[in-house]
């Protein structure tokens, strides 16, 4: 069973920056499609970033140019870069894990744009 343990959220000033972290358990990290979803009260989930095993990333359009998602395989861990934080991008923000037609989640981390 994998177990992703997601850190780094918080409460940022609109313009500001974070960088959100995912730590996931197993041995298969560096062949696993990762991946960062939010959802906002009221809404549903959506994809905001996945970096596939080749490094290929994929966007969404709201957060393109702001948002850098990167992988380290030596430590198993998932980031997502946010800069340029607008109050939109308030949610709550989980690491995804696709490996083997299986989706695993995070717990999620609250991030909350306001001034």
């Known amino acids: 069973q994998v177990q992703l343990v997601e850190s780094g959220g918080g409460l940022v000033q609109p313009g500001g920056s974070l960088r959100l972290s995912c730590a996931a358990s197993?041995?298969?990290?560096?062949?696993?499609?990762m991946g960062w979803y939010r959802q906002a009260p009221g809404k549903q989930r959506e994809l905001v970033a996945t970096?596939?095993?080749?490094?290929?990333?994929n966007y969404a359009d709201s957060v393109k140019g702001r948002f850098t998602i990167f992988r380290d395989n030596a430590k198993n861990t998932v980031y997502l870069q946010m800069n340029s934080l607008k109050p939109e991008d308030t949610a709550v923000y989980y690491c995804?894990?696709?490996?083997?037609?299986?989706?695993?989640w995070g717990q999620g981390t609250q991030v909350t744009v306001s001034s």
């Open positions: 970096i596939t095993s080749m490094r290929n990333t």
């Open positions: 995804n894990q696709y490996l083997r037609m299986t989706d695993y």
């Open positions: 197993g041995s298969l990290f560096s062949i696993a499609t």
